[in-house]
């Protein structure tokens, strides 16, 4: 309990008041002759015990008079877990506006159920209170309660992705650093498990984090990432199977080309993607590939779409996607090459992927020359050595060493590659430290570097010849050296990804565009499905912290720690209540 | 018309002068009201039956009420001439109280309810006397019917000071051995003393023959409990003192002093003794008449 004005308190020194009074009124009574004491005495002994209650109640009840009506000026505040006014409270209120809120359930948006909680919860504020809105960028904004209404009442679903354990983290030490009674973090969220990372929040003591319950679960598919290679893209499926019983369905997959770039025309494709049940990151994932068509490889920058049908988010049913056509390379094969580079590179010329010209050469062994080299183990053991000599000449740190095992190839660059045989091939070690080396592995071999680069130099484990893998007999080969030549060896423009309304901006350095950037939700967003009570009370700071309620309960406990209810009225009433009491005593017992 | 003095309050009257002048205004106007002697003893002229108490003379028994049901009946005669009457005023120091300065104390009550009794008494010529006592016995005046025996009672009341003492049942019975003959004994007193000590004397006073009358004397303060919010009352007799607060012991107070007048009244009736209680602002008439 505390009070208003605790100064009041002094008062009840006047408590004593009633027991000094009657010391007092004791100690020097007038003395008056009176003849018939004998009957005095009669009478008081007969009436002592009434008279010592009556005067033990008596002071019982004026003091007890005294100490209320002070008490009442003092103006107590008592705990209260209903209404009631509260004690100045710091308190973070954190509206997750991430795209995930925009989210259609029952007929309404995931968001409105959210500002209507927010509002509720900012409107119970007093002046007293040092109140912050944070939204799904991260910021705190301070401001009074009519500032911050207005905020939230104007708030829309944004493009970025909240850390829910982050942003309590946050918001939890901001609360902590004020000198206020009470220090609270009201979170209203959707509570996706994918938004809680797999740390959790470490919220001080005294800070109380209170959640709104996450509503029903939707299904949702969305599109997590778009790339372009060889002619295709590759276009990667997020969300989650909630509603449909947890069956895949297929979805259908648009891509329109060209859209922002209206002098290359607009092209359109369809596919159909039915959903894996492969994860990537937590989260089930599954990719289509969708041949472009043939205009699309023609050289320079490209912009495009993936779009699938609407669903109840419809933040991540479309997203751009950027990507650039080099012009073709010149390229010569050394004798050493082999056939298989040979006939595809004249199959290349054919579709003019590739000119003759040595800006790349492809060796089978010998030292590289040229700009650009792609260089192949020789195919006598005996000149590896040699070849390695020539590598380190060249500056490549990497070399091949001892015959490696078999295996098929993995590659998250190139998907064509993805589950080739190799039946011989040259283990490939950095001779540098392995992280250094690690990051120009283009695709390995159980594990095994089998396909590395280095600058303008590209090191092959195996030589492309259906002796060594499978490679050059299978329908990637052509695709696989049109990229090698024409991508990787060469370098490929960056195209990076970023938090942000879906759009492409490009980067450009004088009249040349040397990037590109891509924005769009996070992939995280797509998968709808909320956390449970007991990931989300663990994930915020433990249960001793952190209550997930419903909209009704999280309205009635904000605010319980600190809220106090002015209890002078009840005790001035008490006070009526005595002094009635203490004048029917005071006369009626006479 | 004329104001009858034993009607008036007895303050105002005690104001027109003495025991003496107040006394015989008292009863000049008392005796204008009655016709004939008020005090029934026992002579020729019969007047009524009463029961008979332990005492009576056998002579006075009506043997035909005897005969006829059984039951003892005393005649009552009125009375000529030949009573003998003696009057006892408490002269103890609590008589000398008055719950406020515009009353009589008590004894100043008494003096004069004493005076005017007497004369009223030797008016019919009937032997009066007189004795005072506190502890100890004051004063003593026989009973005579002779000229100025009334001058001689009232001085009397004038020469006896406020007692100093308390024990007043100790005087009574020494009094019982003066009073040989039998005749009425009227005793004024505020009786504040042992009862059954006091009653005892008077049984035995009673069992001599002599018809008594208590008048018990008390101020109005003394029945109902007032005073500051909190006092020490103390007895000025034995100087025993309480602290009350009386807005609270009055009701208290007050059951006790009825219940004692009860008691008094109820012990008195029982032993055949006359008792009257009368507080000091009643008209002198009014008590004087409580003896008829």
Known sequence: MSFIHPLALVGLAAAAIPALLHLLQRRIPPEIDFPPVRYLSVAERESARRLKLRHLLLLILRTALIVVIVLAAARPLVPLRGGGAHQPTAVVIILDNSPSSGAVVDGGLVLDRLRVAAISAVGRTTFADRVWLMLCDGVLRGGGREALLATIDSTHTGWQRLDLVQAVERAARMVNAQPLAGREVHLFSDLQSTALSSSHADVPSGVRVLALAPGRAVANRGIAAVTVSEGAAVIELSGSMAGNGGTPQPVPVTIRLGGERRDRGEVTARGLATPGSDRAGGMPRSAVTVPLPAQSLTPGWWVGEAALEPDELRADDRRPFAWRVAPPAPVTATATAGSFVAAALAVLQDGRRVVAGRDVVISGGEAPTGSHAIVQPPADPALVGQANRALAARGVPWRWTQLGTPGVIASSDLAVLTGVSVVRRYRIEGAASREQGADGVLATVNGEPWLVRSGDVVLLGSRLDTAWTALPAAPGFVPFVDALVNRIVMGEAAVASAEGAPRVEFRTRGADTIGATVFGPDARESDLTPTTTALATSALGGKDRVEVLSAERLAGERFSGTRRSDASGLLLVLALLLAATELGVATRTR | ?292
């Open chain 2, 1 to 292: 018309m004329a104001q009858r003095l034993d009607l008036l309050d007895p303050a105002d009257v005690a104001r027109l002068g003495g025991i003496e002048i107040v006394a015989e205004g008292v009863v000049e106007g008392f005796l204008a009201g009655v016709h004939r002697s008020p005090f029934r003893g026992f002579s020729v002229e019969f007047t009524e039956h009463r029961a008979y108490q332990a005492g009576d003379e056998l002579r006075y028994l009506d043997w035909r009420i005897l005969g006829r049901s059984d039951r003892l009946f005393v005649k009552q005669f009125e009375e000529e001439t030949n009573l003998r009457a003696m009057i006892l005023v408490d002269a103890s120091r609590s008589m000398a109280w008055q719950g406020a300065p515009e009353r009589l104390t008590k004894r100043a009550y008494a003096d004069r309810l004493a005076a005017a009794v007497a004369l009223i008494l030797l008016r019919q010529r009937d032997a009066t006397g007189l004795v005072t006592f506190d502890e100890h016995v004051r004063q003593v005046v026989p009973a005579r019917v002779k000229a100025g025996q009334w001058t001689r009672i009232v001085r009397g009341l004038l020469d006896t000071p406020d007692g100093q003492g308390t024990a007043a049942h100790a005087a009574l019975q020494r009094l019982t051995a003066l009073l040989t003959r039998r005749g009425l004994v009227v005793l004024l007193s505020d009786l504040l003393f042992d009862r059954e000590l006091a009653l005892t004397a008077l049984r035995y006073l009673r069992h001599r023959g002599h018809q008594v009358v208590v008048f018990h004397l008390m101020d109005p303060a003394e029945v109902e409990l007032s005073g500051p919010p909190e006092v020490r009352f103390r007895d000025p007799e034995s100087s025993v003192s309480v602290v009350v607060r009386p807005r609270e012991l009055a009701r208290a107070y007050a059951d006790t002093v009825r219940r004692e007048i009860a008691a008094w009244r109820k012990a008195c009736r029982r032993h055949g003794i006359g008792y009257h209680h009368v507080q000091t602002n009643m008209p002198f008439g009014l008590a004087l008449r409580l003896l008829t």
